[in-house]
Nanobody, 122 residues
Framework: QVQLVESGGGLVQAGGSLRLACAAS????????MGWFRQAPGKEREFVAA????????YYKDSVKGRFTISGDNAKNTVYLQMNSLKPEDTAVYYC???????????????WGQGTQVTVSS
């Protein structure tokens, strides 16, 4: 069993930055692939970024490439999402998830956090 808690969300102006953190507890963190997803009001939840358990492979949604960076710290059981050059369309609740495969597919992730709100004002 794995418990995930996100933090770091907030209100930021367009062009600003935020760093989200996802703290994991339970089973050994490094076994899992970790992903970040987001859900905007009235829209379906969508993939944002993922990182393999070893940290050697990362994947990004096309619209965030070059702006967002996913990273992990196995010693702290924490995965981060550094978000730069934020746009109003990045506004959403951001969720982290843990699973056995590094994939963009939500159904591949077994454990989910409660989410953290990110609001980008224009």
């Amino acid at each position: 069993q794995v418990q995930l808690v996100e933090s770091g969300g907030g209100l930021v102006q367009a062009g600003g930055s935020l760093r989200l953190a996802c703290a994991a507890s339970g089973r050994t963190f490094s076994y899992y692939a970790m992903g970040w997803f987001r859900q905007a009001p009235g829209k379906e939840r969508e993939f944002v970024a993922a990182i393999s358990g070893s940290g050697g492979n990362t994947y990004y949604k096309d619209s965030v490439k070059g702006r967002f960076t996913i990273s992990g710290d196995n010693a702290k059981n924490t995965v981060y999402l550094q978000m730069n050059s934020l746009k109003p369309e990045d506004t959403a609740v951001y969720y982290c998830a843990a699973g056995w495969r590094t994939t963009q597919t939500m159904s591949s992730y077994t454990y989910w956090g409660q989410g953290t709100q990110v609001t980008v004002s224009s």
